[in-house]
């Protein structure tokens, strides 16, 4: 999750910065206009001190933003080293989850308001206890059954889930904080004791290989193209923002005048 903030802080701060650039860029080179009858040789004290004015508020603002934005991405690049070191809020486990190894099979987490117990549900295939791995297609379904479960566990303080079972025993890893190599680190979810990670359901895809349902996380591509449309989203309110600041100013100039 603090990477994610810290990827929209960098979008909007960066959106700040653009839209500021076009002030700094106009008071650089704004046009000179020029008479033959009254051009003076030399600038005026008035001419000089009016367009320093100009400059320096123009100036001033873009470098205000700059700095801003060069600010609040420290803070997010900081948050997002050091933030996964402490503990997570506990409703961060509140999710529908996709299992790798149970493809199609609901699992879902829903954590109490007291953010120390947990209540689970789902659906498997086949008898209780059996250790075959089977996942939740219709063809499955139809050869073993579908049954649903449920129980309840707790939550510990360092980022670990417990149903007391020595069987569901996980801790949360956020997407990038592993340097593990057992599958899903790109991505958020629970990863269990047993190297299995349920993975939070938004962020997976579910595909047909053979006659087989697969999971796996949203490719590359899908990840740059949500980057995309934040940024858009992002740049759009800005320009939004921009406009309506631009409409002010420009009526004021107009009472002034």
Known sequence: ????????LLLVNVGIAAAFQPLLISSRSRPQVSSRKHTPLFATKEDVANKFDITSKYLSSALFSKTASSLALSLAITASAILPAYAVDAQIFTNDYADPFHPLCQRHVEVFKDGKSFHYSGTAVGPKGDTVLRGCSAQEIKDFGLRKGAFDGIILSDNRISAGDDIHEGVWEPANSASTTL????????????????????QSIAKVKGDKYVVE??????????????????????????GVYDGIQRKRQQQEA
């Open 183 to 202: 599958g899903y680190e790109d991505v958020d979810g629970i990863r269990w004791n047993d190297g299995n990670k349920w993975i939070v359901k938004s």
């Open 1 to 8: 999750m603090t990477l994610k903030t810290a990827t929209l």
């Open 217 to 242: 996380s949203k490719s590359g591509a899908t990840r740059v193209g949500e980057v995309i449309f934040l940024a858009y989203i992002g740049f759009s309110t800005l320009a939004g923002a921009k």
